[in-house]
């Protein structure tokens, strides 16, 4: 933890120690879990590497913000919240602090690890203070890029479909939960989607192919508080639908653009404009359109006009 802590050690020695260190966290830190070999780590030890990797996030290296936010994400499947309380508050406090673009970026990376990990016991805590911070960030164009606000809706995604497998049993408290929040949500989605798809742009294509998988699960799972918000997003979801069709033609037929076949971001997500198009032509894309049973024929309609 020390080494990968010392931003003085060159990067890849740095990021080679947080690595090891997530492995040694999964077989040292809980003598209750498959695959532990002893010794395990004494408390104090434990306090000392929580501390250090929590300093590491604000990083201005992306790939030891990806190790670092890995080896939290293994300590936190073991210690938070009972015994990691401050985890959540020291990640809020990074992501608001606009002035460390670096602090926000690690804090979300973390973030979209340790949701993807979340039971029914954690996520209706977390929604409603997350949430809003999150929206703040997609919807403030002008203050963060849009890798940052891709990631932040990596988050959304992750923790709506949690509430999703949550609602077969508790339907009334999650969408109680969710109901509030749609409105703002649809209107950013809307916002996102509205212009033309712009050619040789990966960044753009990854900001919206995370705004389809959050409607997906909105819709799927929403479907009756969504139905009067989702009028809103119809328009600019056929402009997206379009648009992309004609800069794939563009790139993967014709071969005139570059469609960054291959491509991937400092965190490992692929970039290219195949992989943002499969979503666009998905089977939940199209869910979008016919999934809102009650308002499919004012669906229709709005299609004839639009």
């Known amino acids: 933890a020390k080494v990968a802590a010392n931003r003085e050690f060159p990067m890849e020695l740095r990021q080679l120690a947080a690595v090891l260190l997530k492995q040694f966290i999964q077989k040292h830190w809980h003598e209750d879990e498959d695959g532990f070999v002893h010794p395990v780590v004494a408390n104090d030890e ?8 929590l300093l590491c996030l604000d990083d201005s290296h992306r790939k030891i913000c990806t190790a670092v936010s890995m080896a939290v994400t293994s300590i936190a499947h073991y ?13 809020m406090k990074l992501i608001n602090d606009r002035m460390n673009m670096n602090g926000v970026h690690g804090a979300l990376r973390c973030l979209a690890l340790i949701s ?15 949430f809003p911070c999150l929206l703040s960030i997609v919807s403030s164009p002008q203050i963060y ?5 891709a990631r932040a809706l990596e988050i959304v995604y992750s923790c709506t479909s949690m509430l999703g497998t949550m609602s077969g049993i508790y339907k009334v408290e999650t969408t109680n939960l969710m109901s509030p929040m749609l409105q703002p949500w649809m209107q950013q989605f809307s916002s996102i989607l509205s212009d033309p798809v712009p050619s ?8 919206r192919m995370e705004v389809l998988k959050c409607l ?40 005139a653009q570059d469609s960054f076949e291959g491509r991937y971001d400092s965190d490992g997500t692929e970039r290219s404009l195949e992989s943002f198009v499969m979503q666009v032509v998905s089977t939940h894309f199209f869910s979008f359109f016919w999934g809102v049973q009650a308002g499919v024929q004012s669906l229709h309609l709005v299609f004839i006009n639009y």
Do not use: C, H
């Open 116 to 130: 993807s990990d979340l039971d029914d016991k954690t996520v209706p805590s977390m929604v409603p203070i997350l």
């Open 145 to 149: 890029d849009k890798s940052l606000r």
């Open 216 to 255: 997906s699960q909105f819709v799927q799972n929403f479907a009756g508080a969504t139905e009067k918000e989702f009028m809103v997003i119809v328009g600019p979801l056929w402009q997206t639908f379009v648009t992309s069709l004609k800069v794939y033609e563009l790139s993967a037929v014709e071969g």
């Open 46 to 53: 434990k306090e000392i590497i929580r501390r250090l990797l």
């Open 79 to 91: 210690d938070w919240p009972e015994d990691w309380p401050d985890l959540l508050p020291f990640l």
């Open 200 to 207: 040789e742009e990966p960044d753009d294509w990854s900001l």
